[in-house]
């Protein structure tokens, strides 16, 4: 069984700091993609950034040049780096990713979300 679990949420004021990581643990036997998203209240969840296996990095627009995802393929994790937070990138923040387990198939998995609240 695979599972993606987030930490490090929190409330922090505009202009802060948090870093966001994910762990994927279980039956994995290789992992594509990984990335972030985030869905605010009424809206629909939207793709924040994303990187390859190799470290092909994707960012959405609105993060660039403030958030920084990164992965450690050795121990199934990847982190988001979030700078110069605003109070628009409040939302609830998931982990994503497409993996290969020992069912033999190719896997789109969701972490359980991590609050994110940019507020003074």
């Known amino acids: 069984q695979v599972q993606l679990v987030e930490s490090g949420g929190g409330l922090v004021q505009p202009g802060g700091s948090l870093r966001l990581s994910c762990a994927a643990s279980g039956s994995i036997l290789s992992i594509n993609t990984m990335a972030w998203y985030r869905q605010a209240p009424g809206k629909q969840r939207d793709a924040v950034a994303s990187?390859?296996?190799?470290?092909?990095?994707n960012y959405a627009d609105s993060v660039k040049g403030r958030f920084t995802i990164s992965r450690d393929n050795a121990k199934n994790t990847v982190h988001l780096q979030m700078n110069s937070l605003e109070p628009d990138d409040t939302a609830v923040y998931y982990c994503?990713?497409?993996?290969?387990?020992?069912?033999?198939?190719?896997?789109?998995?969701w972490g359980q979300g991590t609050q994110v609240t940019v507020s003074s």
């Open positions: 990187i390859s296996d190799g470290g092909r990095t």
């Open positions: 994503n990713s497409w993996l290969l387990s020992t069912s033999l198939r190719w896997t789109e998995y």
